[in-house]
C-alpha cells in the first residue's frame, strides 16, 4: 500500500504546493485501500506514518538539499513514532520542535491565524501568490464590527 500511496503525482510537483482534503480526502484512501483487503487498522496508520515521514524526507531532499534543521509543530510534535520516522529519514539533519526556538508546538497555527488577524487590520495582504498560486495579494479574511 506504501507504494501505492508514493506513486501520487502530488508528491513530484514542485514547490510552493498546498493541497488538503480536496485531494487527499477520506475517499482517496478509501480507493486505495480496496487494492489492500484486509490490512488491519494498525497497519493502515503505520503505512499512513511511513507516508508522512518518507514524503517529507523526500521533498526536503529533493527541494532543499541544504537543510539542516526541521522544525515539526502541531499535534506531529507530540507523535513519538512520527518525529523518530522523521529523524531515521533524515540522518544528516536535526529534527526537532518548535519549542527549541522558544515556540511551542501548540501554539504555531494559533500564531498564524493572529498574524493573519494583524495583515488584516492593518489592510495589508494576507497571502502570497507564489506559494498559493493566487492571482496577486489581497487583504484576507473581513472586519464586522457589533
Not at 507504494?3 to 513530484?12: G, I
Not at 495583515?119 to 487583504?139: D, S
Request: hydrophobic content about 45%; proline content about 10%.
Amino acid at each position: 500500500m506504501l507504494e501505492r500511496l508514493l506513486q501520487d503525482p502530488f508528491y513530484d510537483t514542485p514547490p510552493p504546493r498546498s493541497t488538503g482534503t480536496e485531494h487527499f480526502s477520506p475517499a482517496y484512501l478509501e480507493e486505495r485501500l480496496e487494492a489492500c483487503p484486509g490490512l488491519a487498522p494498525e497497519d493502515v496508520q503505520a503505512t499512513l506514518l511511513a507516508l508522512t515521514a518518507q514524503t517529507v524526507a523526500g521533498a526536503i531532499r529533493r527541494w532543499a538539499p541544504a537543510t539542516e534543521d526541521v522544525l515539526v509543530c502541531g499535534g506531529g510534535r507530540h507523535n513519538r513514532p512520527l518525529m523518530d520516522a522523521l529523524a531515521d529519514a533524515l540522518p544528516a539533519t536535526e529534527v526537532k520542535g518548535t519549542e527549541s526556538e522558544g515556540v511551542d508546538p501548540d501554539w504555531m497555527e494559533a500564531m498564524a491565524f493572529a498574524w493573519l488577524a494583524a495583515a488584516t487590520l492593518a489592510g495589508e495582504p494576507g497571502n502570497l501568490p507564489a506559494a498559493t498560486g493566487a492571482r496577486h495579494e489581497v487583504v484576507l479574511g473581513a472586519i464586522h464590527p457589533a
